[in-house]
């Protein structure tokens, strides 16, 4: 199998993140990445290739302009402004509450601030998600990656894996944040269902609900995504991922959220994948998009459930024993240790490999 991967991510070199009002050491590190690549790379059954610019285009199709401008000059603008800080995290949002009661005529001069933290707020979720120098150019290189993957899979190959980093899954149409800054997954879903005219479906095994997919594709009736994560009444992102979230219009019936408890086992968990399988197979269309998230392991530090690398392996075989081609395109995961070897357990899976330890 092909693994796409471009060391540019390493320009989104952040170390603390803001949780409750506190800097803490940053969960979504660079070295995440890095452990992925040497496993797969000592594994000696993957091959590491480089990514093809894609350029803005496919971006556009998926994201509104601005977004894609702030993210590409926030830095620049807060050097400009004198704002002496190692990130550009937001402060302030324009919260719903500050504009009950008033008419419309105040609704629709709503616009964004030319300052940057005002910006910030204006495009971001949360305060964890900070914004450095090399943000952009990460986040752009992420796209190619996913882009690239995709491009093997339409040219033929049974499956490719783009290591993207930042993830993606978190980002909605105008807005970045949990990390994720252009949405790799519902772009490279785009892209194909442009290309070929086929419906596609998207499988996020992460732990976290990805509610910016389901906002991308919420009209869509070109894409299925399929979901199983933690219940966001105890979890991030809160306030989107309840199963009665179906979608609307073309879209109506096209979004599918299965939310779990907390201790989620092998097992458990491979009950719930067959039913997001059903889900997926129903569609006719030949690529399955996996949003692949290994917080769901059970020592992830952002997680609660209790898989293991033998249940990934089990996963990969099944995800791929569907018969269609995947795009498989990394998300979180955030126990740095079992990284790598977790993610060779679901690649091995999904190739078909049987599940060994690396050689001594």
Not at 63 to 82: M, Y
Not at 153 to 182: D, I, K
Request: contains cysteine; aromatic residues 8%.
């Amino acid at each position: 199998m092909k693994v796409v991967y471009s060391d540019t991510h390493l320009r989104h070199d952040i170390t603390h993140e803001t949780i409750l009002g506190e800097s803490t050491p940053a969960f979504e590190l660079a070295s995440r990445a890095e452990r992925i690549r040497s496993a797969l790379e000592a594994d000696g059954g993957f091959e590491i290739v480089g990514t093809v610019e894609h350029g803005e285009a496919p971006i556009d199709a998926v994201h509104e302009p601005g977004l894609v401008r702030f993210l590409e000059t926030a830095w620049a603008d807060g050097q400009a402004q004198r704002i002496e800080r190692t990130a550009v995290i937001p402060d302030t949002w324009p919260n719903r509450a500050m504009f009950e009661g008033m008419g419309e005529e105040v609704l629709a001069g709503l616009r964004e601030s030319r300052a940057i933290s005002g910006r910030a707020g204006w495009y971001g979720l949360d305060s964890s998600t900070p914004l450095v120098e090399g943000t952009y150019p990460a986040a752009r290189a992420a796209v190619d990656v996913a882009l690239t993957a995709a491009d093997l899979v339409l040219g033929g190959a049974s499956a490719a894996y783009g290591l993207c980093r930042p993830p993606g899954h978190h980002a909605a149409r105008a807005m970045y944040g949990g990390y994720c800054f252009f949405n790799n997954a519902a772009i490279a879903a785009a892209a194909i269902s442009e290309s070929t005219g086929e419906r596609v479906g998207i499988l996020d095994v992460d732990y976290h609900h990805g509610n910016g997919t389901q906002q991308i594709f919420w009209r869509r009736g070109d894409v299925r995504y399929v979901s199983i994560h933690a219940d966001p009444d105890r979890q991030y992102p809160y306030f989107l991922g309840r199963a009665g979230e179906i979608g609307e219009g073309p879209g109506r019936g096209e979004n599918l959220n299965l939310p779990q408890p907390a201790g989620v086992s092998d097992d458990d968990y491979l009950t719930v994948l067959d039913r997001a399988l059903e889900a997926l197979t129903d569609v006719r269309g030949s690529i399955i998009v996996v949003s692949l998230g290994f917080d769901t392991f059970r020592d992830d530090p952002l997680g609660d459930f209790q898989l293991s690398a033998s249940g990934y392996h089990e996963i990969g075989r099944r995800v791929a024993a569907t018969g269609r081609r995947l795009v498989i395109l990394q998300e979180g995961g955030y126990h740095l240790p079992s990284l790598g070897e977790n993610a060779r357990a679901w690649l091995r899976g999904a190739g078909g490999r049987p599940l060994e330890p690396l050689p001594a």
